[in-house]
């Protein structure tokens, strides 16, 4: 296989993201953990886009070759203030770059699963304690066991730095009005 990885941009706890040799305006991201966040990725992505709310993420998509993510690369924010939707989460300001003159989020590798033909969003507790100051009033946010939303032969490890229990995890109706609200609810957050 050609060599896809030019220039090194940023590790996180699931993927390592080079610029795409082939065309740098564009990112390669392999994942190092076993969370299946590129998976995660290109579903979020494909539903929010269908839901006519992809612009405020960087679009990617799947290269079944290198088992990676292409996406485009967005460009480091210069110090200031800047609105993004309440529903990202906001604690690593490095996942929100500049596309264009769009602020876009670069990392959303959202756990959205399909239970008896509704659809829901899983996220760890200190995920939703995040961004809940923004969810839409009437939200019916349940406390479940996330065994429940692993794939097969998966193993989630919870980050290091994270005392919460393997199996706090929220599990939210992800219905289409509910989250258009909560994107329209919006933060600012302070760069440099
Ligand atoms: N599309 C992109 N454009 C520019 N930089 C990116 C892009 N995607 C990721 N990065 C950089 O790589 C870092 C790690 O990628 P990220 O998607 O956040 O991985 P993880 O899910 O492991 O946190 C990001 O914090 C960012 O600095
Ligand atoms: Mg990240």
């Known amino acids: 296989m050609k060599n896809l990885k030019g220039k090194f941009l940023g590790k996180g706890n699931n993927r390592t993201v080079w610029e ?3 065309d740098p305006s564009f990112v390669i991201k392999q994942e190092h953990s076993g969370i299946r966040a590129n998976l995660d990725e290109i579903e979020t992505f494909e539903i929010l886009s269908a839901w006519n709310l992809a612009e405020h993420l960087a679009p990617c998509e799947y290269d079944a070759e290198s088992e990676s993510i292409i996406m485009q690369k967005g460009s480091d924010l ?8 309440g529903i990202f989460p906001y604690e690593n300001l490095d996942n929100f770059k500049l596309l264009e003159d769009r602020i876009v989020l670069v990392d959303y590798d959202w756990r959205l699963y399909t239970h008896k033909s509704r659809l829901y969003w899983v996220m760890p507790r200190w995920d939703f304690s995040s961004i809940s100051d923004c969810a839409p009033s009437g939200l019916k946010v349940e406390q479940r066991n996330f065994s429940e939303a692993l794939r097969p032969g998966e193993a989630f490890t919870p980050p290091q730095d994270q005392t919460t229990t393997k199996d706090s995890f929220v599990r939210i ?5 509910c989250i258009v609200k909560w994107f329209d609810q919006t933060r600012t957050i302070q760069i440099g």
């Open 78 to 85: 210069p110090s200031g203030r800047y609105s993004i939707p």
């Open 173 to 177: 109706p992800f219905e289409r009005h």
């Open 20 to 22: 795409y040799q082939p």
